[in-house]
């Protein structure tokens, strides 16, 4: 008997775009119980503790940071993982540019003074005389240091420079699609010691994983330029907060600015604590929204991969013949003539291959003419190296 998906159930950790989700199918459900789930998207939800759904086969990730999903095990269980690149960059930009002018012209503390005026009389003349305590550089002119240049970190070096700021950008895995979108101006051939030693202000723009964990440790911030003023939209574990506060408290570093507080920053001095507010636009949580909703739908109907963090991007589009097998395993020897060896020997004919590789791990897609038999499937994950076998139909809509 021949095994076929039909329907798919998906699941969400937290609030997704309203408008993203109704662009799903027919063939989709959401919000089945665990057990039963194929798909989960989520945002910022904490994955690392939970208990898998048995059935799970794909992980959205509606924005770009991945460390709250416990890749490696989804991996060896053979589920996608994939997330959002660039779609929520813009959002973040723009509160870059706010934590910037927050933090250079002390409105955080210019606002909270104001409002001790209230019930006060002669208002104006108070303003005018207390407005002095508040005094800060303009950006123009100003050096700042851009760590990560990807998605979020070329709008922020492209936006820096349109404020007239002389930008450094550090990033050594720069990628040739984003250094197309780089404005050259940008100085990318100093280090990071250079960047630290010299610039009025850092923003940090790289993933938080095992090599990126505390990566503005003590070292570096013994090297800052003095009353350099941090930047941390990306995550709080990129930078050691005992140093910082180290630093801080001894004048080295003049402000840090922060999108994830935590126990610490919130009571640190000279911090503003911003509450995850990055990706908080409605034009981001559509955008993340809507990539992940087309790449689950188009992974559960006909096993295309784009955007994974684990598996290799592979597309053969809509299927077009009377099967499709995808089988996801480590990249090692003679997999694909263990697999073909499987369906040659039903004399199964196949339409067309591939097989792509990525970090150890990858994907073969087989198009097939004849349909296979569930034996057939077993026997396809009982490859050793196979972590994941799908067989698929073509789509009745
Ligand atoms: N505050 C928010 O709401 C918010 C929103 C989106 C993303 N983020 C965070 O920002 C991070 C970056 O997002 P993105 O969309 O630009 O990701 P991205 O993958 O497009 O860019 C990350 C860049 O960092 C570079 N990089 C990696 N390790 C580095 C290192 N050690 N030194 C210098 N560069 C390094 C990579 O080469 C890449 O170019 C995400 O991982 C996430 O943690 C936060
Ligand atoms: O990594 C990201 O995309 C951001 O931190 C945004 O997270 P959020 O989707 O929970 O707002």
């Known amino acids: 008997m021949s095994h076929t998906e039909k329907r798919f159930k998906i699941k969400t950790l937290n609030n997704i775009d309203a408008y993203a989700l109704s662009k799903l199918t027919h063939e989709f459900t959401l919000n089945h119980s665990d057990s039963e789930v194929d798909a989960i998207i989520v945002r910022s939800a904490d994955m690392h503790q939970m208990d898998l759904p048995e059935n799970l086969k794909f992980v959205g990730r509606a924005g770009s940071g991945v460390n709250n999903i416990p890749i490696n095990e989804l991996t060896e269980k053979g589920i996608v993982v994939a997330n959002a690149p660039g779609a929520n960059a813009n959002g973040v930009k ?13 409105i955080e503390s210019a606002l909270e003074w104001t409002q001790t005026l209230v019930g006060e009389s002669d208002i104006g003349p108070k303003v005018e005389a207390g407005k002095k305590q508040f005094v800060g550089p303009e950006l123009a002119g100003k050096k700042i240091g851009v760590i990560g240049l990807g998605a979020i970190g070329v709008l922020v070096a492209n936006m820096c420079l349109g404020l007239g700021m002389d930008v450094y950008g550090y990033d050594p895995y720069l990628s040739v699609q984003h250094a197309l979108g780089l404005n050259p101006s940008t ?18 723009h790289i993933p938080y994983n095992d090599s990126t964990k505390n990566y503005l440790n003590a070292e570096l911030l013994a090297e800052a330029k003095k009353g ?35 126990e610490k920053t919130l009571t640190m001095k000279n911090t503003i604590n911003i509450p995850h507010l990055g990706a908080s636009t409605p034009e981001s949580e559509a955008n993340a929204a809507n990539m992940v909703v087309n790449q689950v739908m188009d992974y559960l109907k006909n096993g295309n991969i784009h955007h994974s963090v684990n598996f290799p991007t592979i597309n053969f589009g809509p299927i077009q013949t009377v099967c499709r097998i995808t089988v996801l395993h480590r990249n090692i020897p003679n997999m694909i003539g263990q697999i073909t060896h499987v369906l040659s020997q039903h004399n199964l004919n196949i339409n067309r291959l591939t097989n792509k590789p990525r970090n150890g791990w990858a994907c073969t897609m087989i198009d097939l003419d004849d349909d296979i038999e569930a034996n057939d499937k077993v026997a396809l994950e009982n490859i050793e190296g196979v972590v994941r076998v799908r067989h698929l139909k073509p789509s009745t809509n």
């Open 228 to 262: 350099q003023i941090i930047i941390n939209c990306a995550r709080g574990g990129l930078v050691d907060l005992n140093a910082l506060e180290d630093a801080i408290n001894n004048g080295s570093i003049g402000k840090y600015v922060v999108d994830f507080p935590d």
């Open 94 to 106: 723009e509160l870059v540019l706010s934590a910037l002018i927050m933090s250079s012209r002390n």
């Open 187 to 204: 100085k990318t051939q100093y280090d990071i010691d250079y960047i630290m030693q010299n610039c009025d202000y850092i923003t940090l």
